[in-house]
């Protein structure tokens, strides 16, 4: 049987693992940060209709421009900061915001040039770091996984990056991340300043995003996704927000037409019922906080969270604790992070269910 060290691989892919979250067909599966509630009727037709007739037009390539849906991710965008709109030339898209991390890593990054991020944090940005020749180095946050501004402007001093990435909230700790931190990091940096919003719709009412300080800021670049809040994960929608200039540098490293005609339409039909796709965040936004109040009661130790997930400590043999849970229909997530685990807010029944094995587990 040929091994992959067999084959004439690339040198800096000897040895690496790809991105490798269990995927198990568990009844509550809450392990990936995915919106559990199932995508209302009203918007599957919508949806469906959309993508039905983008279907009869696949004879052709589609609008590499994707011009009508970087309309509506602008117009989504501003809804959400009107102090500060957002216009179609500012918007990137792509096949998940992996995609588009992607992007921004094979313009901004490559062979000789460094990324800095800040452990634990979320894992693809140092795959698709090494995936694009791009040096991945860290520093150390503060307590509680915090970043100060301090913490971050002596660390790019030091490191002196090519680009700097912030998980806003960050993945897998949930921990809020100020504009202030944001602020610091661009004024210390040359380099590109990329702020990974996946989570945003979670942070809580009131709480200006990164997309604020986009005016003024042509190295700062916001990603965003509709795989999470928007429940729209297996559809691969991920986006950007930036300078136009910063826009037409992702154009150079692109395939052409890389979204699909079908997932431009079903993104538009999507963005047109956002209110109803987003009906869910308020109660996961609960479901997530019930998480905070009632596991220490189970003798765990959840840290705070702005996302639709909980990093929980206090957790002696994770790995036990996972496959106790997975026994009982429920897939959570082993980050890797001594004494943790890592869950995502459901339903409120799934989260029912989950605080309720979880409680009746012998410790
Ligand atoms: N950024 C963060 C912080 C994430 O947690 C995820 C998904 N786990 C992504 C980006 C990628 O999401 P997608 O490619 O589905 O948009």
Redesign the pocket.
């Known amino acids: 049987m040929t091994r992959l060290d067999d084959l004439p691989i690339r040198d800096d892919l000897r040895g690496a693992t790809p991105y490798g979250a269990p995927q198990r067909p568990v009844r509550i599966q809450l392990n ?2 995915e919106n559990t509630h199932p995508v209302p009727e009203a918007v599957v037709a919508h949806v469906t209709a959309a993508a039905e007739r983008a279907v009869r037009g696949v004879n052709r390539y589609p609008d590499r421009e994707f011009t009508e849906l970087r309309e509506h991710l602008a117009s989504y965008l501003s809804a959400a900061e009107p102090a500060d709109p957002v216009t179609p030339d500012q918007v990137w898209a792509a096949n ?4 588009v ?1 992607q992007h921004m890593l094979q313009a901004f990054g490559g062979p000789g040039r460094r990324m800095l991020g800040f452990p634990p944090t ?1 894992s ?1 940005h140092s795959i698709i770091a090494a995936g694009t020749g791009t040096e991945w180095i860290t520093a150390e946050r503060d307590a509680d996984f915090r970043i100060s501004p301090e913490t971050v402007r002596s660390a790019i001093e030091r490191a002196q990056p090519d680009i700097v990435v912030l ?1 806003a909230p960050n ?1 897998p700790t949930g921990t809020p991340l100020g504009l202030e931190t944001i602020e610091a990091a661009y004024a210390a940096t040359t380099g590109i300043l990329l702020v ?1 919003e ?2 945003a719709e979670f942070m809580p009412e009131g709480h200006r995003s990164a997309l604020s300080l986009l005016p003024g800021r042509p190295r700062l670049a916001v ?1 965003r ?1 509709m ?2 809040a928007f429940a729209f ?1 297996g559809a ?1 929608l ?1 986006y950007l927000a930036a300078d136009p200039a910063l826009i037409d540098a992702l154009r150079l490293v692109r395939l052409p037409y890389h979204l699909s005609a079908i997932t431009q339409a079903a993104a538009v039909a999507a963005l047109q019922q956002a209110p109803t796709m987003l009906a869910t965040v308020d109660a996961i936004r609960t479901q997530r906080d019930r998480l905070l109040a009632e596991l220490p009661a189970l003798g765990y130790a959840p840290h705070d969270s702005w996302a639709n997930f909980v990093l929980f400590g206090g957790v002696d043999d994770p790995a036990a604790t996972f496959h106790y849970l997975l026994e009982r229909d429920i897939l959570i997530r082993d980050v890797g992070l001594a004494g943790h685990l890592r869950v995502t807010a459901g339903t409120e029944a799934e989260t029912s269910e989950f605080l309720e094995v979880l409680g009746r587990m012998p410790r």
């Open positions: 990936v940060n998940g915001s992996n995609e991390i979320y693809m998980c993945n990974d996946a989570y990603s996704t795989s999470k994960a691969r991920g």
